[in-house]
């Protein structure tokens, strides 16, 4: 499957639109959209690479086999927590990183949490049942919340001004007084209005004994890297400073109490399209398979969760420049860029690690959880899918 898919790649980038026609007819006839997991993955390439034939223009007569639409859902509040809850792709960010905040903020009487997130907070609640528990009384929570403003599965049906509301709500029946802001803001400049914001308005008081955390869950990698400068032919200074250099150096210079980066161990970096469809369709088996262990077969919830894989899909292959957003980097690479912007590792510690462990207990036998360095690696059947880092000030 893998193969066919690289030789239609090659045929594509190369107008060879005969040559492309005639394998496309082939993945169309072996990879049913409601096949086994394998047959789905490459039914989810099949449709982005006829989206991409058709952007080149001389292809664009391949569009006729487009005959799987899938559109991303929109989820009430009430779904999307369901849905990350069904399995750990989510649930081990945030079980990890709430563990890593909850010893970092310790004995503060106020905690700034600056939350760079894409399930719309659904760390949260977790977070603020932990805090209202402490012996020395729930602390002070004030809530900044990037409010993205490019659409990015999961997509949520409520404003953020309403979840917000929800959010102040659920923590006032805990007994813990939350302040909640949401600062639009755009991946595409490396979320430059928050930070600015966070400066203008002085918005940070370390002053007053307040613990600032900055909590990136799954949100970094849409931030355009130095491939995106080259692919746009900006000059090699640029490539220096791109916007995910410059993000960094800014979150280090508010000079965070800790910073916690979780984001999926995969590299979607590349310019070279059968690079980069090799490297997802090797990285993306792994929701395709892990869904038959939660979710059965034409239920509503499995559609919404293939839907938003084939939007990831199609935005990685059929998308250059700057429309292609999903640029993931591997765990090396961050860990690199963490240690560019002046950040120190902070290990996760054994309470962290164990609540981790008992989460894993809850689902399936091939999640797996393990430890390198300092970091923490979720696993399906051996292969990494997602890691957990905490890092802190040098």
């Known amino acids: 499957m893998e193969q066919l898919l690289v030789h ?24 049913p959209p409601d096949g086994d997991s394998n047959q789905r993955l490459t039914c989810g390439f099949l449709r982005a ?19 799987h639409t899938m559109e991303t859902h929109k989820f009430s509040i009430i779904e999307l927590a369901s849905f990350v809850d069904l399995t750990p792709w989510h649930r081990f960010g945030f079980t990890a990183a709430n563990g890593a905040i909850l010893e ?10 600056v939350d760079f997130s894409l399930t719309h907070c659904m760390q949260i609640p977790t977070l603020i049942d ?10 002070l929570v004030k809530l900044t919340v990037a409010g993205a403003t490019e659409d990015l599965p999961p997509m949520l049906d409520l404003s953020y001004e309403e979840l917000g509301a929800k959010l102040v709500n659920f923590a ?49 990698h849409y931030i355009p890297e130095e491939t995106t400068l080259l ?17 960094l150096k800014a979150i280090r210079n508010l000079d965070p109490t800790i910073v916690v980066l979780v984001d999926e161990d995969a590299d979607f970096t590349s310019n070279n399209l059968v690079c980069r469809l090799r490297s997802a369709f090797n990285y993306l088996w792994i929701p395709y398979d892990t869904v038959d262990t939660f979710l059965p077969r034409g239920s509503k919830q499995r559609q919404w969760y293939e839907a938003d894989i084939c939007w990831k899909i199609e935005n990685v292959i059929a998308n250059e420049g700057v429309q292609r957003l999903e640029r993931l980097e591997p765990k090396s690479q961050w860990v690199q860029r963490m240690r560019n912007a002046n950040l120190r590792s902070s290990e ?3 309470e962290a690690v164990m609540e981790v462990k008992n989460m894993l207990d809850e689902h399936a036998a091939g999640w797996g959880l393990k430890r390198e360095e300092e970091d923490l690696v979720l696993t399906w059947k051996g292969h990494n899918v997602v890691f957990a880092t905490a890092w802190v000030p040098l």
């Open 8 to 31: 239609c790649a090659n045929a594509i980038e190369s107008n060879d639109s005969t040559l492309a026609q005639q394998i496309l007819w082939v993945l169309n006839n072996i990879a």
């Open 49 to 67: 690479l006829i989206v991409r034939a058709a952007k080149i223009g001389t292809c664009k007569l391949l569009t006729a086999n487009l005959n």
């Open 104 to 113: 970092a903020v310790e004995g503060y009487s106020i905690i700034h949490i």
């Open 130 to 139: 932990a805090i209202s528990s402490r012996l020395e009384g729930p602390p």
């Open 172 to 220: 006032r029946s805990r007994n813990v007084m939350m302040e909640f802001r949401v600062i639009p803001s755009s991946s595409s400049d490396g979320f430059s209005n928050v930070i600015e914001q966070l400066r203008v308005q002085n918005l940070i008081r370390p002053e007053n004994g307040e613990a600032l955390v900055i909590n990136c869950h799954m949100m970094l």
């Open 231 to 247: 692919s746009n032919r900006f000059t090699s200074e640029c490539t220096t400073n791109s916007f995910r250099t410059m993000f």
């Open 348 to 350: 996760f510690s054994e």
